[in-house]
Nanobody
């Protein structure tokens, strides 16, 4: 069984910063791309940032220059991905979900989500 556990969400004022973390653990023999998605009330879930196993990244246009995704891969089967979010705006408020592609079958796994609220 594979688990993704997010942390780091919370309430922040506009212009502030948060760092989200996601740890993947369990029966992981190989892990591919990892990413962060978000879903605001009444909106579809969207990809925020994505990082391949080789470290290549891409971002949705609205966060470019403000968010940075990074990851750690360790031989003990724990995989960690971060999302550093700077200059947060009200429109960044959402539930943020971690995603990982695991194993040769490329199975998608999701975390439970962490709430990010941007408000003064």
């Amino acid at each position: 069984q594979v688990q993704l556990v997010e942390s780091g969400g919370g309430l922040v004022q506009p212009g502030g910063s948060l760092r989200l973390s996601c740890v993947a653990s369990g029966r992981i023999f190989s892990i591919g791309a990892m990413g962060w998605y978000r879903q605001a009330p009444g909106k579809q879930r969207e990809l925020v940032a994505h990082i391949t196993s080789g470290g290549n990244t891409n971002y949705v246009d609205s966060v470019k220059g403000r968010f940075t995704i990074s990851r750690i891969s360790r031989a003990n089967a724990r995989r960690t991905v971060y999302l550093q979010m700077n200059s947060l705006k009200a429109e960044d408020a959402a539930v943020y979900y971690c995603n990982a592609i695991v194993g040769h079958a490329n199975i998608n796994f999701w975390g439970q989500g962490t709430q990010v609220t941007v408000s003064s």
